[in-house]
């Protein structure tokens, strides 16, 4: 019967043998045996690593919960604050953009209306198309596109020191100093009558249900800081300005542009016009109101067409189709103004 080979027997402790194993490896081959790492350990690591990332995940998001709840109340507060005294005067605006929009309005001077009184105002002015003035959203969202053109300047008279292009660039009234306000043409400007309805919806803005959605929908606290520096600056520098225009208005001038018969024109090659400026150049048909801010009556409702010619001046014409089309813009909305001077003069 065959006796099986017995192991060699190595002198010394087993675990010295080993690490003197090892060393030899090394200086040989350049390698050397990792242990084990036993498999409980990773899942443990990724038990805590899994953890951590949930209560890290909760904290943040209880932290911007917490930040989003003191934006909406100081935005709740501004609402309370300001409700009485602006959102009665938009309501009542808008309310005469729909009675102005509606179908059948004749025309209509009221009579022995003081023409140089309603020219003087101060007045607030607000020009939509007719296809803008379906609903309120509506109305509100076309306002962002109210400008002051050729109709305010031959309707009223303003002193205006500065050209309303030139100045400080805004994007809000934050940006601009005391006193002043971010104009439509984002300049900071000292308020000029007629005061343009669009400042006044920029102003609103930040008290509206869209700005709260797009707060709750904010991802990070830097965002929601961006959120509550808009609604401190509207507060410190756009109210205050906005209220004191509002209080001092005696007139509200509405102007509602009617799309031609054939659609609104082409647009010019690299000019940037809007869908209202493109309208306002050609020949079309517009609605202007004239209402009293103080007793709520109307002094003007009056149907007219914008159309009018450039007649060039001066021994250098203008060709360049952007100024051109500038021009025709301003002579058309000038007519409209011109027409309805012409009816106040009849009714005194």
Known sequence: MALGRKEAHQAGLPSLNRSREERRR????????????????WLWTAIAV??????????????????????????????????????????RVEGWVRELAAPGVGNFVAPNTDVEQLRAGPAVYLRLRVSSTKDARSIRKAAASSLRDGFTSCLFVTQQKQDPTVGTACRTGSDCASGELCNEFNVCVQPVQPYNMRLVYRTLRVLSSDWSDELQQAPSELALNAYDRDLDGVAKRDVPVTVELLQRARYAAIVLDEDPAGGLPAELADAG??????????????????????????????????NAEVAQMGPKAVTDPMNLAAQQRQVNNCSLALQVREALKKSE
Do not use: C
């Open 26 to 41: 090394t200086f040989t081959v350049g390698k050397t045996k990792m242990p084990a790492v036993p498999l409980h350990f």
């Open 273 to 306: 016009e809007s869908a209202e400026e493109r309208l306002q150049r050609v020949p079309h048909f517009a609605r202007i109101g004239v209402w009293d801010l103080q007793t709520g009556n109307a002094l003007v409702r009056w149907r007219a067409e914008a």
């Open 50 to 91: 899994g953890t951590f990332a949930i209560i890290y995940w909760r904290i943040s998001q209880g932290e911007l919960a917490s930040a989003r709840s003191r934006i909406l109340a100081k935005q709740r507060a501004m609402t309370v604050a300001l409700g009485p005294k602006i959102f009665p005067f938009r309501d």
